[in-house]
């Protein structure tokens, strides 16, 4: 799919990513709702996590004690922390923690680059090749009426790819809500292959043979991690 990788593709998870998957949903139902307000009717970024986590499966009372943890006084405040590395060869990686001990997620994460000999940067060294974006994509056989009416809706589009019969569409996450707004009223119960905010790489590299064992031993290394809740990267992968 020209840029995006086929990552509806890569979703089926083993019981223990299935349970990373739950921990990581539940961190930020409850951060997303003790800033922003526990009920979903007034706090649209809440409704729409809410969407996301039954979409991935994550069981009612996950979310539901996400929630009531939020509506408590004090508790755990969880922080997004952003690290930025190189990998094998020309890769680079992102890595999205939350985590309420940063000293803790910062050591966890440089362990892991401390295993295959590669190395965490600065702010900015790796993240200036990558754009921030909000990817949805889904089942739709007409895609002129969907691009007109995103057009009519004056909603900023930065990609717009068909292929196969699924649509793949990104925009700035400002304009996330707008897009999804339009795409539903448009596509009643529209069934998102794909619904990610993130960081996705301007150019893809190709890895051989040793590197390629050692990115993938290294993402298996942070995929470990507790706090870590994305990855993003530049590698080409097979599905």
Same mark, same amino acid.
């Given at each position: ?56 499966? @994550? ?111 990104? @925009?700035?996450?400002? /304009? ?7 795409? =539903?009223?448009?596509?009643? /119960? ?20 040793? =590197? ?12 470990? @991690? ?14």
């Amino acid at each position: 799919m020209g840029r995006f990788p086929n990552i509806a593709a890569s979703k089926a998870k083993t019981g223990a990513q299935k349970a990373k998957v739950y921990s990581s949903f539940a961190k930020e139902i409850y951060q997303v709702a003790k800033n922003g307000g526990y009920d979903p009717n007034g706090n649209l970024n809440l409704r729409r996590l809410i969407e996301k986590a039954k979409k991935e499966q @994550v069981p009612s009372d996950v979310i539901n004690r996400a929630i009531d943890k939020a509506k408590g006084a004090g508790g755990e405040d969880y922080q997004t922390i952003l690290y930025e590395g190189f990998g094998p060869g020309s890769s680079t990686l992102i890595i999205k923690t939350m985590t309420d001990n940063v000293n803790r997620t910062v050591a966890e994460v440089r362990a892991a680059f401390n295993k295959v000999h590669k190395s965490l940067g600065v702010s900015n060294s790796v993240s200036y090749n990558y754009d921030y974006l909000t990817l949805v994509s889904f089942k739709y056989d007409n895609e002129e009426e969907v691009f007109n009416t995103l057009l009519e809706q004056e909603i900023d589009i930065t990609d717009f790819e068909s292929e196969e019969g699924i649509l793949t569409i990104s @925009v700035n996450p400002n /304009n996330q809500h707008k897009l999804k707004d339009a795409l =539903e009223n448009m596509i009643p /119960n529209i069934d998102y292959l794909v619904d990610e905010t993130g960081y996705y790489a301007k150019d893809k590299v190709t890895l051989q043979e040793e =590197e390629l064992e050692e990115f993938q031993k290294l993402i298996r290394l942070l995929e470990d @991690v507790e706090d870590v809740s994305n990855i993003y990267h530049n590698v080409n992968i097979e599905e």
